[in-house]
């Protein structure tokens, strides 16, 4: 079974076969945009040109300001992350790892939950991504959690409280978000949708300044 999913790595799925542990998804999947979730394997679908351009726009911003504070890893699709044993691997859009928290970073997946995970959701995801994995992110430890729809330009973000349920985030004036992961990074919601979006260099200067 193996040989046959590394031929076409969503046949299990497609037929219905039977389920295969994690460790046989990593192995049958290498690079393959997907998921594993009850012991299926589900391929992901293909993302329109605003998902594909906000999606990039935030690992950009976001790997800067990581980067230049030395705070850490980001990762992006596909790469893996299982927040708990007995929950499903998922394939962010993108998250960051704090750096007390590296040692979760195995050699095809995270091994626990990130700091902070974004998912560009599209008419396609908005279920799973409201639904299943907000619950999931929530359950495994995901301290927060960003949902960003392009198509409707609307932006969520989750924070973890101490009794590990997620509470909306409240924006501050001018449509200001902060984050609590990170500390000092902040962004206007706004710019999310606008395609002449701040460049990072120019970010950089304004975090700095406050």
């Known amino acids: 079974m193996a040989q046959q999913l590394r031929t076409n790595p969503t046949a299990s799925h ?3 076969d039977e389920l295969i542990s994690y ?7 290498d690079g393959v ?4 979730v009850d012991g299926r394997i589900i391929p992901m679908s293909a993302v329109s040109d605003a998902h594909q351009g906000l999606k ?6 976001l790997r800067t300001y990581v980067e230049e504070f030395d705070l850490g890893e980001v990762r992006d699709e596909p790469f893996q992350m299982k927040t708990g044993p007995d929950l499903p691997g998922r394939s962010p859009d993108v998250m960051f790892i704090a750096k007390k928290n590296l040692k979760r970073l195995k050699r095809m997946y995270l091994d626990g939950p990130a700091d902070l995970v974004i998912e560009v959701t599209s008419p396609g995801t908005r279920l799973v991504d409201r639904g299943a994995k907000y619950y999931e992110y929530e359950r495994g430890g995901v301290r927060e959690y960003w ?4 198509e409707r330009k609307l932006a969520e973000f989750y924070i ?3 009794n590990r349920i997620y509470r909306p ?3 501050e004036a001018g449509g200001i978000f902060r984050s609590s992961v990170l500390k000092g990074f902040w962004i206007e919601v706004g710019w999310l949708w606008n395609r002449s979006r701040p460049t990072a260099a ?3 200067k304004a975090w700095s300044a406050k």
């Open 14 to 16: 497609e037929r219905g």
């Open 23 to 29: 460790e046989e998804f990593l192995e049958t999947t």
């Open 33 to 36: 945009h997907a998921e594993w």
């Open 56 to 61: 990039g726009y935030v690992d950009h911003v």
């Open 147 to 150: 949902l960003l729809d392009p």
């Open 160 to 162: 973890l409280d101490r």
């Open 169 to 171: 985030a409240t924006l």
């Open 202 to 204: 120019k970010l950089l």
